[in-house]
Structures are given as C-alpha cells and as structure tokens.
C-alpha cells in the first residue's frame, strides 16, 4: 500500500501496487523487505529531485495559493466564463508546477465554476463556520444542497483522494469550487501539461470523450508514478544481488570447529 502524499503530492492518495519478480530466488518475506525499503528510498529520491524537503508533507496551500489570486480575466477556452491568474509562487512545490512556463502564461483549465446566490450563500457559510474537511450531512441537509459530499480544503495539510467532481471542493479562501487546474496541482501534474475536452462530465458528448476534471481525478498522480517506477528499478537492480548472496553463503556455511582442552 503506497500513499501519494510520501512523494510529495499534495495529496493522501492510498493505492495497491502489486510487484512481481519472476525467479527471484530469495523468499517472498525477503522480496517484501526491498519492496518497501525501494519504495522508502524512491520516495526521498523523487523528492529530492524536484527540489522538495526530503520529508514533511506538502500543503494544500504550498500547491495552489499562487492561483487563488483575485484577478480573474475571460478564460481563454470559454469566453463566457472567468479564469484565474498567476500570483507569486512562494513554495519549492509551485515553483516546480510552473517550471517551463513563460512570464505572462495564463493558467491552463483554470476555469471558474458560474455559482448562483444560494451556492455562494452556502460556501460563506461553510468558511464562517464549519471547521475544513467533509462537511457534516446536517449541515448540508440544513444548507438544501442535493450534493451529499462537500469538502472544505484544509490549507494547513494535504487533501484527501481528488475525486472527478470538482463541484465536491470548496476553496480554503474563495466561496467557489476549486478549477480543473487546480484539481491537476492536487494530482503534480506541471502545469506545462494541458488538458483538453470539454469540462462538464454530464452531457450528450459522455459517450465519446472524457471530461478534463475526469482525466485529471481518474490519473496515477506524477510524482507517485515516477516514484514508483523508481522503485521497481531499485527491486530489479537489488533482487539479482541478494540471490546471489544467499547462494554463495549456501555453497560455503561457516564451518565451526571445536577445540579439545590442553
């Protein structure tokens, strides 16, 4: 059981990773130890080479208060809707997300969701008094939303499994949900990695193309891929060696020898 959150994403995201090695040679308790000592050593090492601490975990806001500025301008791919801006990036985990991007970029999938009066009623209210994390049934069932999940984002920690529904979202500072970009800082995805499609999941067009919030929640999150991948090169590299070992120690057991008393 790996979590995403080791690899520095921003992000508790707890998936099974099956690995096989075919003829290993050594027991599966010993296969099980380098497994887990490979994916300890990954983790750091992914961390590390994107310029991440080597532990702690990266926040919610170290992922995307430099989009939560407050100058929006018509989103390139929607003219009738709004799309934020960049803001300075402050953290080593923003800085990395916007590697590769020119100075005037505009955030790609950073589209800002069009809330009634009564949604924003809502998530004012959620700020003002409920404590961050998935809101209580009462108080949603006092709220009249038909929605049985909503999670205030905690900016002091990660976020749980980012679903494919980014109206289950409500932003730390803004009464709105979060933005597809937004959602992808959740997942690492830089943000040189644009999305395409549309960005409703419902629809007559759910038949032929996948909506860009489903491509991004449905994802293996970057950084937990690439450690990963780390891992299982570190097993194979590894499982050679202490076959061997235990072979060579087969052949030659240490002899004892007793002495006889003068």
């Given amino acids: 059981l790996i979590n995403s959150a080791d690899f520095g994403v921003p992000q508790a995201r707890k998936r099974v990773a099956i690995i096989g090695v075919n003829n290993a040679g050594i027991s599966r308790e010993e296969i099980h130890e380098l497994i887990a000592d490979a994916l300890g050593r990954a983790a750091i090492d992914t961390r590390l080479r994107y310029g991440l601490p080597a532990t702690g975990l990266v926040t919610v ?47 790609d999938s950073h589209r800002m969701s069009k809330h009634g009066d009564g949604v924003r009623e809502v998530y004012e209210c959620a700020h003002a008094t409920q404590p961050p994390g998935r809101l209580s049934k009462a108080f949603l069932l006092q709220s009249g939303t038909k929605k049985d999940k909503k999670v205030l984002l905690d900016p002091s920690t990660v976020v749980a499994t980012i679903t494919t529904h980014p109206d289950e979202y409500i932003h730390y500072k803004y009464p709105r949900n979060i933005t597809v970009r937004e959602m992808a ?78």
């Fill in 61 to 107: 806001k170290d992922a995307i208060e430099d989009l939560s500025g407050s100058e929006l301008i018509p989103c390139p791919d929607s003219p009738r809707f709004m799309a934020g801006t960049y803001g300075k990036p402050e953290g080593a985990y923003a800085k990395l997300m916007r590697v590769g991007l020119a100075k005037n970029a505009i955030p």
């Fill in 185 to 262: 800082r959740l997942q690492s995805f830089p943000d040189r990695f644009h999305f395409h499609g549309r960005y409703t999941i419902n629809g007559p067009r759910r038949r032929f193309d996948v909506a860009r919030c489903s491509q991004v929640g449905n994802a293996v999150p970057p950084l937990m891929g690439e450690g990963l991948g780390r891992a299982v090169i570190d097993v194979l590299d590894n499982v050679d060696a202490v076959s061997r070992q235990k072979q060579r120690k087969a052949a030659n057991p240490e002899s004892t020898t007793s002495r006889v008393p003068a």
